[in-house]
């Protein structure tokens, strides 16, 4: 049976599974771009790691947003899943939190350039002009921010992971 863009109401569909993955994809590589001048010392290149992670950050930002929309107007196949009711519930905590996660993310990455006095990036195509003049507290507080995120979100996606593989290698029980 070909696979609809549009979710149905026992599976996601092409529009959910290709916002999923490059949503995956585009996380990876924030990761590793941070991971990348994380340890570094003020340098251009540090800069330039950190402007092309401001980048893909916004990409991210609106790759999730569309995403929640997506969520919001399409079925979810998990309400057809013949799973026990503590893993549906699970499964939609579980979705939910990641989302209000890595948008909250997202947005306190923005604030913080926001309040750093910073320009804010988009690769070298363009660039939006400061917004405020730097504001070390408020730079401070979205900077920890965003840290304590990017330590808090492994957790939710090893569950993540362990309950997509759990899922497709049992796949649905009796109640």
Known sequence: MPI?????ESQY????R???WSSVALLVTLILTAAEFEDLDAS??????IRQHASYGLIFLFLMSLRLFWRCTNQNPVHSYNIKSWQKFGAHFLHWGIYLIVITQS???????VFAGSEIPFFKLVEIPALTGKHDELHGFFSSIHYVISIVIYPLFFIHISAAIYHQLFGVLDD
Do not use: I, Q, V
């Open 4 to 8: 609809s863009f549009r979710n149905s």
């Open 18 to 20: 290709l916002l999923h």
């Open 44 to 49: 251009p290149d540090k800069l330039e790691l």
């Open 13 to 16: 569909g092409l529009g959910a």
């Open 107 to 113: 947005l306190t990455g923005l604030c913080n350039l």
